[in-house]
């Protein structure tokens, strides 16, 4: 999963097609983190304001690759039902079961495979509206759909074989009208597949229930209606303290903790394995240590130490702003932290901080020296041209010579370990090896 704004997306789209293969992409999302109405200065640019960014999915291989696990957006019942009536949208679980009566068994029918279905009288059930019980029990609507919010229902009318069996049957046991009748049996799919379920049907027409509690939630006695999310995430709410998050400032790039819940809980289970090659504030591996996943966080900048790795430590203690609450943290876990080896990496700081072109030069040399030129690069050639390079200014010359470095030389490859010119002490050599599972003699 790769995240960028519009300008990049389309580029980023057809690089990653050349990298993964066309046949290997599987979505992308909008992410919206910024509401802009009511802006100022709306007319000062030539571009729109933005607000959505993208994340763009690939697997390493599509007809392998395992099927996301579902994931959700939540909004409270009450907040919903007060949302639809401003619109102008009806909304329609509004009845509760409030008792299902006594069940009184009428017989027996089929489904398409034969098996069994019971069927029930229900004797003297109650049924009322949620606007009776607010009356009755003086609640407001909140506090009635968290109550009751797991007995309302809705009536349809259900495009499946069983409906029209039970119709049948019951008007052969009985001319009575059908206030409410219930029935049990087994599907053969869906989410009740393999358990016992009941239904219940009301009225001549055998309208079947849809209850409230099967698209909706209880968290901490808050009644929440869950849809499954597609490929518009809304992130507004997150970004509003973004910046306290793992008490870390970081100025470009943080994501909030929720957005990576949101991937790992799509893509991951407990105790599987992570990989973020940019690692920045850390969130990533944050969150993954809060789902009690595995994780690499791989980060070239000098910050981590300050940021992403401080932020772990808080992690370990059981710091709480992000996701904390979502997933009940309270600290525990460890991580490794390490650095590699310097190679030509420690010319490369050094050439940073240069003041003079003697500086320069002594880096040029120590790197001919030692071997850290690239191939096509000939000593001779850079002795012959010493003078025309001192012509050129600190910035030039800097450039210049991080241009001849070889980059495959940045850092002590593990095959070099043992090359007493690296200069590794026996402990780094040690923990190397513990750290890619090498027995001592193993050769690299």
Known sequence: MVQTDDSEQAYLKVLLDEIFGMENYINTVSLLFKNIAGASGGGEDKRLKKNVEYLTIYAKDFTSAPVFNDLYDYIPISELVQKMRTEGISWKYTSVLVDPGQKEFLGTTIDGDGDEIKIYKRVNPLIKSISTIMREKSLSEEEAYNKYGSLC???????SSIRPRVMEKYKEMTDEPNELISIEYTPKSGKNKGTLYEQFYKGNNFRLFAWLKDVSEEKDGILYK??????????????????????????NGKKPERLLGHILNLTTEAGDLVLDFFMGSGTTQAVALKMHRHFIGVEQMDYIEDGGVKRLVRVLSGERS?????????????????????????LMKGLQSAKDSDSILAILDEATEKGLLRPSVLPDDLKKTREDFLEFSLDEQRRLVMEVLDKNKLYVNLCDMEDENMG?????????????????????
Not at 425 to 442: G, I, M, P, Q, V
């Open 226 to 251: 869950k849809e499954k999310l597609g490929t518009f995430w809304d992130f507004v709410g997150e970004t509003k303290n973004l910046s306290k998050e793992g008490q870390i400032v970081f100025e």
């Open 322 to 346: 992000g996701m904390s609450e979502d997933v009940s943290w309270s600290g525990g876990g460890s991580f490794v932290y390490c650095e590699l080896a310097e190679r030509s990496e420690a």
């Open 424 to 444: 590794l002490s026996e402990s780094s050599k040690a923990f190397t090896r513990s750290f890619y599972n090498l027995d001592k003699d193993t050769e690299v």
């Open 153 to 159: 229902f809705q009536t349809a009318m259900p495009q």
